[in-house]
């Protein structure tokens, strides 16, 4: 079974930058990154097809945000720049076999989450 460990979350006023990493067990076809608001639905921001090292992104978040994997280390890190109070919420690590996608349901596993908190 997969471990996650996520780190580096924090609070930033607008505009400013973060960066978060997951630290990972186990071979996984895709990762992710998620995140919930309070009162929200968890959703998708970034993923990576692992092998390609190919990103992926929702339409929020992009050229804000980078993905990056690095296999060796099997770890996955989110680069957050130009940061907005939207972005606040608990952003989670997520891996998985079945499809790369930004779908809660195509993840089997996930680490507790780590805060990120902007400020206007």
């Known amino acids: 079974e997969a471990q996650l460990v996520e780190s580096g979350g924090g609070s930033v006023q607008a505009g400013g930058s973060l960066r978060l990493s997951c630290s990972a067990s186990?071979?996984?076809?895709?990762m992710a990154w998620f995140r919930q608001a309070p009162g929200k639905e968890r959703e998708g921001v970034a993923g990576?097809?692992?092998?390609?090292?190919?990103?992926y992104y929702d339409d929020s978040v992009k050229g804000r945000f980078t993905i990056s994997r690095d296999n060796a280390e099997n770890t996955l890190a989110l680069q957050m720049n130009s940061l907005k109070p939207e972005d606040t919420g608990m952003y989670f690590c997520?891996?998985?076999?079945?499809?790369?996608?930004?779908?809660?349901?195509?993840?089997?596993?996930w680490g507790q989450g780590t805060q990120v908190t902007v400020s206007s």
């Open positions: 990576i097809y692992v092998r390609a090292r190919l990103p």
């Open positions: 997520a891996a998985g076999w079945r499809y790369c996608s930004l779908n809660t349901a195509d993840f089997d596993y």
């Open positions: 186990g071979d996984h076809d895709c």
